[in-house]
């Protein structure tokens, strides 16, 4: 049951963490609630089912990158959320970037805070 609570609970930061992306960039557009939800699900799906195999596959470039490509596997996480969820889409390089940035952040600043009010 706990898991179920945390697969929860990490949807939700990334569905509020797609909600600052859309309300930040000009180029980030999410339709309604249905895109959002499915798109911040995929993501959640993304980073806990694909990141790690996509990682273990192409360690040797994370490390020969000094961790750069990592980042890059973060951004083609978002763009899997993307192409998965209808009316939702990124446009522009550097937006994919900033986006993946902003992300980060409120997946950060956000768990910072729920293990505060947990501890």
């Known amino acids: 049951m706990a898991w ?14 797609l909600i600052v992306v859309d309300w930040l960039f000009d180029g980030v557009h ?5 895109s959002l939800l499915l798109g911040a699900f995929m993501l959640m799906v993304g980073n806990a ?6 990682t273990i596959l192409t ?3 994370v490390i020969i990158t000094f961790g750069l490509f990592y980042f890059a596997l973060n951004v083609l996480m978002l763009a899997f959320a993307e192409w998965i969820a ?18 980060w ?11 505060r009010v947990r501890g």
């Open 86 to 103: 209808p009316r939702f889409t990124i446009d522009g390089f550097w937006t994919y970037v900033g986006a993946t940035i902003v992300v």
């Open 30 to 34: 999410i339709g309604r609630w249905g």
């Open 59 to 61: 360690l040797p470039l």
């Open 49 to 54: 089912i694909l990141k790690p195999i996509l």
């Open 4 to 17: 179920l609570v945390r697969l929860l609970l990490l949807w939700g930061i990334n569905v509020l963490a």
């Open 105 to 115: 952040l409120v997946n950060l600043v956000v768990g910072k805070l729920l293990d």
